[in-house]
């Protein structure tokens, strides 16, 4: 494989280049939406590019030099021509602004069948200014504002692009995807022979790499995947290495920066505790020892928030309902996707007025309830019923199993002994 196809050594030179890495946009996820009655357009689409648009916004008003997309620009790989347009809207506006632009492929934007075009494919085939698209591996040089670099790609591999099904016939899964790791390691180690030392240098994947935190996308890959080992890709010939497929953001290691940008938005209630957004990473030279230094630093991004209430009403409770209404009102829901789960006991279960509940968690955008009714057991002592012990073991076994209150149980086991005893002589005497 020719790596430096892309690769056109030149006499560029840089002083500080500011760019920003992001990743997992995901257009077209719809869950937790609603629909759109004009457009038909759901409206977690408009969530979604909502916080693209801050970030365009931020790197125009900051003068970024380069924008590094480390793949899935979609849920689907087949979407829709709105949310085709709406991402080339926005990638325009950075081209215009004179801000170079990298596309890397994900797992999400490769097609269906081998031959068919990647979803980024098409700013490559009409040439768009300051654009490049990154679908299989190479190193690309990119002039940039602030000056040249160099970024080693390496997309999403398919297994059928590294490897024939002659060499995999008679091996495990576990032994190709051993044999994926070791064709993808000696991919980035060509083309560290590649690279003009004299440049700042970047590795670009869409990759899973093992130790990592995981978020949202443990729903969203299906079976096992090939991983690579944070050594295979943290190289010092790299300033740093910028990651995709991951959903929450992290740092690998620190020397060079290992770094996934996660998910600009979040996606699910897999993402409710994480904060969203881009990584600024500045490359400047120092111009007494010629050496580069490298900076980054997390944006985080204002998206929808996911809320989960979790309420817990006693048996003993007078008026359940409120007590659900207290709870959804400490968290400020307003504008947040809600999920509100209910445990309570089947003798409440038909106190819960359903419609003030609903009224309430219309301020949310979007809201689901769940209930979990504890159906009343029989008491057990042992191996006895409670119809086959003794009252008052009876009452004591209620008064443990409702968990009440220990001064309030001695006073009704008191009561309830002298009750006992009083039908019990009454029975007698009958």
Known sequence: MNLSKFYHPGDAVYNKLKIIHFADLHLGIEGYGRTDPLTGLSSRLADFLTTFDKLIEYAIEERVDLVIFCGDAYK???????????FAKRIRRLSEAGISVFLLVGNHDMPNAVGRATTTEIFDTLAVKNIYVA???????????????????LPWMRRSILMSKEETKNLTFSQINEKMQ?????????????????????LASHIWITGVHIGSEDSMTIGQE????????????????ALGHIHRHQVISENPPVVYAGSLDRLDFGDEADDKGFYLVEIEKDKANGKRN????????????FITIQVEVKPQDTDPTQT??????????????????????????????????KEVLNEASYFTISKDIKRENRIRLASQSAEEIVPSEALQAWLDSTKVPEGRAKILMNYGKELISKVQQGEKGA
Not at 135 to 151: C, L, S, Y
């Open 135 to 153: 679908n299989r591996p190479g190193i690309f040089k990119i002039e940039t504002t602030g000056g040249a670099i160099q970024i080693m790609a």
């Open 76 to 86: 689907s790989r087949e979407p829709s021509q709105t949310q085709q347009r709406e």
């Open 294 to 305: 490298v900076s980054y630093s997390f944006h985080a991004l204002e998206g929808r928030r």
């Open 182 to 202: 070791e064709k993808l390691t000696n991919i980035i180690n060509d083309s560290i022979n590649e690279l003009d030392p004299g440049l700042p240098s970047i």
């Open 226 to 241: 090939h991983v690579l080992l944070p050594g295979n890709v943290a190289n010092q010939a790299f300033d740093y290495i």
């Open 324 to 357: 659900v209404l207290n709870a959804i009102n400490k968290q400020g829901i307003k504008g947040a996707i809600v999920r509100l789960q209910i445990n309570l006991a089947q003798d409440v279960a038909g106190q819960i007025k359903d419609s003030a509940i």
